[in-house]
């Protein structure tokens, strides 16, 4: 049973930095496509990063680049996510998702359907 658990998430000041961590368990953490989904109150769930099981490629939403950076530790069966520049806009609850991917390297994309196990979310508050 493939669980991925969240952590690092808080309450920072406009400007600040976070970084997320996604631990899985119950797999083979380098089988797995991994993604980064938020959720704001009263909107619908997003796209925010996307990252192959070998991290030969990293897709990003327009509103993150240049300020968030997902990466993977394969050895620490690990992803993370670093939240620089924050801004009013970037708080919401941060979901880890994964797919099992076997030995393919390629993005699951941008859509929630496509990624079968979820983390239970962790909270990201930007103040001013």
């Known amino acids: 049973q493939v669980q991925l658990v969240e952590s690092g998430g808080g309450l920072v000041l406009a400007g600040g930095s976070l970084r997320l961590s996604c631990a899985l368990s119950g797999g083979t953490f380098n089988s797995y496509a991994m993604g980064w989904f938020r959720q704001a109150p009263g909107k619908e769930r997003e796209f925010v990063a996307a990252?192959?099981?070998?991290?030969?490629?990293?897709d990003y939403t327009d509103s993150v680049k240049g300020r968030f950076t997902a990466s993977r530790d394969n050895v620490k069966n690990t992803m993370y996510l670093q939240l620089n520049s924050l801004k009013l806009e970037d708080t919401a609850v941060y979901y880890c998702?994964?797919?099992?991917?076997?030995?393919?390297?390629?993005?699951?994309?941008?859509?929630?359907?496509?990624?079968?196990?979820w983390g239970q979310g962790t909270q990201v508050t930007v103040s001013s």
């Open positions: 998702a994964a797919v099992w991917r076997g030995m393919s390297a390629t993005l699951p994309g941008r859509i929630p359907s496509n990624y079968r196990y």
């Open positions: 990252i192959t099981r070998d991290s030969s490629a990293i």
